[in-house]
């Protein structure tokens, strides 16, 4: 394991005004006074984090915000290098949600306009869910509304013991209808009709409880000990592998373990171990070496 996390390059900075994509975070040499609502760096190694570069308005979303994240999400799903995504808001908070002026524009749009910002907000938690590499939100201060929504979206979540969430549409006379399949997929319905219903505030512990974050941690130092420790551990795993982990959870979740599920399973494995991947992995380990992932 490493003390600190790999060094980032360069930064990809999106943005929709422009049409997309600023520069390459693959490249030699990027803008290095490139800025946008979104940064995405990534390392020779694999290792990319996901920036909202918002800290003047507390990383809230907004239109270009939302349209940005998505853009850096799907360049991801093409990133073949790349291992494992980190998500995070610098300063103080992850996300306060929703951006205030963009919150008094949909006030005065008409119902078919509101309801196709909301998709935009949707699209993007998708194409956050459907990256590949494995996710992971890193979480200082607050994830309200949107922003613990984005942390729902991910694989998996840390924060440090100050953060704190809530889903407080309701105060607002709204609901978390976007972000709520995430949501209610990591925390299970009785928890979030819970947090739906009141909007009250809960804390990392309480988070750690119901599920939205797998673990805690004591400060922003510490947090950067995780995500140095992640970084490594991912490394050590196959990328195909990764990814078929991932779908396999949808593929078992719920399901009755009948006849069909066992063979299903079965076929699964099978191919995986008679994949160039799988036989690479099973070699290295009996010949007590380093696969060739871990190169």
Partial sequence: MTDSPPDASEPLVLDPMAGG?????????????????????????????????????????????????????????????????????????????????????????????NRDDAYELARMLKALADIPALTVALVEGAAMGGGAGLVAACDVAVATREAKFAFS??????????????????????????????????????ARHIGLVQEVAADAEALTAIQARVSSEIMAAAPEAVLESK??????WGEAIDDSLMRETARRIAKKRVSPEGREGVRAFLERRKPSWRA
């Avoid at 994240?69 to 306060?96: I, K």
């Avoid at 779908?247 to 078992?252: A, G, H, M, T």
């Fill in 169 to 206: 549409e309701v105060k607002l006379g709204l609901i978390p209808a976007t972000i709520s399949p995430y949501v209610v997929n990591a925390i299970g319905p009785r928890h979030a009709k819970a947090l739906f219903c009141t909007g009250q505030v809960f804390d990392a512990e309480h």
């Fill in 247 to 252: 779908k396999l959870v949808w593929v078992v």
């Fill in 21 to 113: 994509v600023v520069n390459d975070p693959y490249v030699e040499n990027p803008a290095p006074d490139a800025e946008g609502p979104v940064l995405l760096k990534a390392t020779p190694e694999g290792v990319a984090v996901v920036t909202i570069n918002r800290p003047e308005k507390r990383n809230a979303f907004d239109a270009a915000t939302i349209g940005a994240l998505r853009e850096a999400f799907e360049t991801l799903h093409g990133a073949d290098h790349v291992r494992v995504v980190f998500v995070r808001g610098p300063g103080s908070t992850f996300s306060a949600g929703a951006d205030l002026e963009w919150m008094r524009a949909a006030a005065e749009w008409s119902e078919a306009d």
